[in-house]
């Protein structure tokens, strides 16, 4: 029962609670016969096991076991030797602590004795030490051993404290006050001091210290004289920021003088005010505060010369290797100064100001290969302006050689911006500047404001008088081109090169999409499209108008005899209109659009349409037959819906469509502000049958010219006050007079 309390079980053959009895019970209560046998078969084999087991380990260690016994044999006999010899051992000590003992007695009086005389000794060397303090006191005042003096006179006070309660004493530690304000006096005198050295000030304020003196006066006195060398090393570095002195003398005084001298008293404060064990934590993070201060104004001037002489070099040495390689060079020597300065700094770190620093020279360096790439792609353009005036076909080459300059130019601005990256340099190690250097500077402040600029470019061309309009669709197509390859390509170059994902999204700079980029090229590609349709059709509606609105048409008393010039002048813009637009815009499929014959319903239309008025008023034609509003309106009816100024297609045939449409569109416009006579009619007739002669090949919707030209007559005829139309055959022969 104890056992089952305690939680051993009785029935566990390999527990240290097995009870066999209580195990037989069960396995007999439980087990069936044929069970009872294979347990029985179980244990027997299991014994046989075990008494195999210990078998073997009886053989395997039965050497063991004999030396074992033996040893424990040979520890008995040694034990007793060893047990005789601690009992002789013992009776000895206690026969020399007794001796001892009696000799202590008998030397105590003497011990006592001794050691009052060692202390009345100790005593006398102090007060002969304190006689002689002021004495040593002056002695190394005058010798300008201002450390000695000092330690002795510390030591000096020690004694006098201790022995305060002499009065005689009071007048040797008067004398030594008084020597020690001398030696604070000339201690504070190397402040004033120029030429003494910065270790000289730390011993100074090291002795200062060890006098009681405030530490934040001997910091501030301490800065004081390191200041006015600093401020000289400065005004050296300020007078050589100009082109005359080359880079390496500048950067000798900047990092060679300027930053050597300043690494000298950040040490040398540091030492003195921080490091050192004299002041408590309160005045070490107050002296810390205070070269903080000091140190950073002086590295924001510094840093600011630095700037403004490296933006100089840079815009100097652009397109120098050898210079370039200089500045370049100069950069990686500055950073790591700065750094050391950085290491000197107790929590302080003036690497991001480098890097700052460095960036706005990349940045610098990325403006002017921007502006340059500026120029050349305007000087491009004006070439191409000179070259389409002088040989209008050769759209094509002029195309490539101003994107072939376009790449050439960027390339080379990205191999001179890689140069920022080189390995070889401290600064390119910072993973945030090369970050910010590859997605700042290089992609968007380089390659994207490229194309940014084209964009700018293209959306004020049409309001200068510099450029041809011919100019116009030239950079239309090139923007087209761009767009379709050219910055995919570049952008995934720099990203490439630079190692910048476009997927980032931890960057804190904002990347401007290819597809924004793309979008807005070709709307300013539309957009001059546009402007090169409106022009052109402008121009030809201001020949139309010489024909309509500028005449009197109720003067006209003759018949015509051919198309106004005006027209056949229309006629020759349009064909010259054609090859160039074919050269820049050419069709997908120019068969389908470029047409040696007329079509079918090119042949029809003026017959159709005049013959119809050969009838005469009398003979009840269909416009003179009905009220001349209605049968413009049933004209509306059947008439195809014309869009003048919607959205212009990127193809020759698309151009030149919108281009009559403004012209026909125009036509009409006048027409219907004009009153006419039945010869002025007769002339629009003519004028009509003239332009489907010859405007069927520059469409591609013959249904549109025509639906135009039946409003245009249509409304001739209702603004006309004597209604009679020539015969169809009358008016072809005399549109095709002098043809």
């Known amino acids: ?60 260690n039965y050497n063991k076991f004999i030396l074992a016994t033996d040893t424990i044999r040979k520890m008995k006999t040694d034990f007793r030797e060893m047990e005789d010899k601690m009992v002789l051992l013992s009776d000895n000590i206690g026969r020399i602590t007794q001796s001892s003992a ?73 004398d030594c006050q008084h020597i020690v304000v001398c030696i604070r006096t000339d201690l504070y005198k190397d402040f004033d001091d120029q030429e003494k050295s910065s270790q000289d000030l730390t011993r100074n304020v090291s002795l200062l210290l060890s006098l009681g003196e405030n530490s934040s006066v001997l910091g501030k006195r301490f800065l004081d004289n390191a200041l006015p060398k600093l401020v000289q090393n400065m005004n050296s570095l300020r007078s050589a920021n100009s082109p005359n002195v080359p880079l390496d003398e500048f950067m000798e005084l900047g990092c060679g003088l300027f930053l050597s001298n300043l690494s000298l008293v950040i040490a040398s404060f540091s030492q003195a005010f921080i490091q050192t064990s004299e002041l408590v934590e309160e005045a070490r993070l107050e002296s810390q505060e205070m070269l903080k201060k000091f140190v950073q104004g002086l590295m924001d001037d510094f840093l600011t010369l630095m700037q403004t002489k490296l933006i100089l070099e840079t815009k100097e040495t652009n397109q120098e290797s050898d210079r370039r390689e200089d500045l370049l060079k100069a950069l990686d020597r500055l950073y790591r100064r700065i750094l050391a300065i950085s290491t000197l700094m107790p929590n302080s770190d003036f690497a991001p100001l480098g890097l700052e620093l460095i960036s706005a020279i990349a940045n610098k360096d990325a403006e002017i290969s921007l502006e340059r790439i500026k120029n050349s792609f305007r000087k491009a353009v004006k070439e191409s302006c000179m070259e389409l005036r002088t040989h209008p076909g050769t ?15 960027m390339k080379s601005s990205l191999t001179n911006l890689k140069d920022f990256c080189r390995p070889d340099f401290q600064f390119s190690h910072n993973t945030e500047f090369r970050q910010r250097m590859a997605a700042v500077t290089v992609r968007e402040g380089l390659v994207i404001s ?10 004020h061309l049409t309001h200068s008088e510099e450029y ?5 669709l030239l950079l239309a197509k090139l923007y087209l081109d761009i767009e379709m390859n050219t910055v995919e390509y570049m952008v995934s170059s720099v990203e490439s090169e630079f190692d910048v994902r476009r997927d980032r999204k931890h960057l804190p700079w904002e990347l401007t999409p290819v ?37 009197d048409l109720m003067a006209v008393r003759n018949e015509p005899d051919g198309p106004q010039p005006q027209m056949r002048k229309v006629i020759e813009i349009l064909t010259k209109l054609e090859k160039y637009i074919d050269s820049v815009f050419p069709d997908m499929d120019s068969a389908a659009y470029f047409r040696s014959e007329k079509s079918s319903d090119s042949s029809k239309r003026s017959y159709n349409t005049t013959m119809q008025g050969s009838k005469g008023h009398h003979r009840g034609s269909m416009w003179s037959s009905l009220d001349p509003n209605m049968a413009t309106n049933i004209q509306k009816l059947f008439s195809e819906k014309v869009e003048i100024f919607g959205e212009v297609g990127l193809h020759k045939s698309d151009i030149l469509m919108s281009i009559v449409k403004i012209g026909l569109r125009a036509f009409l416009e006048y027409v219907r502000l004009k009153t006419m006579d039945k ?45 009679s139309l020539l015969e169809s055959p009358m008016v072809e022969m005399i549109a095709e007079k002098n043809n």
């Open 1 to 60: 029962m104890e056992r089952e309390r305690e939680g051993e079980n009785p029935y566990d053959i390999n527990g240290t609670g097995f009870d066999p009895d209580k195990f037989i019970k069960k396995i007999n209560k439980e087990y069936s016969l044929i069970k009872l046998m294979d347990t029985e078969k179980s244990l027997i084999r299991q014994i046989q096991d075990l008494d195999s087991d210990m078998q073997t380990l009886v053989y395997e």
């Open 468 to 472: 041809d309009i011919l100019t116009w």
């Open 102 to 174: 009696q000799i202590s007695d008998g030397l105590k009086e003497k011990r006592d004795k001794v050691s009052r005389l060692s202390g009345i000794h100790d005593l006398l060397k102090k007060l002969k030490f304190l006689f002689e303090l002021p004495t040593k006191l002056k002695q190394h005042c005058e010798e300008s051993n201002y450390e000695e003096a000092v330690r002795c006179y510390l030591d000096g006070m020690e004694f006098v404290n201790e022995f305060k309660r002499f009065p005689s004493l009071q007048a040797i530690k008067e």
């Open 395 to 409: 759209s094509q080459e002029t195309l490539g050689s101003i994107l072939a300059t376009l790449i050439l130019q």
């Open 515 to 551: 597809a924004d980029v793309n979008k807005s090229l070709n709307s300013v590609a539309k957009q001059l499209v546009r402007e090169f349709v409106a022009i052109q059709g402008n121009q030809i509606s201001e020949l139309i108008k010489e024909t309509v609105l500028v005449r």
């Open 450 to 459: 490229s194309f940014k600029y084209l964009i700018e470019f293209g959306s």
């Open 679 to 723: 010869y002025s009619l007769h002339q629009i007739q003519v004028d009509v049958h003239y332009l489907q002669l010859y405007l069927w090949r520059f469409v591609n919707n013959e249904g549109f010219m025509h639906s135009l030209m039946d409003e245009i007559l249509a409304s001739s005829i209702q603004r006309c006050v004597h209604v």
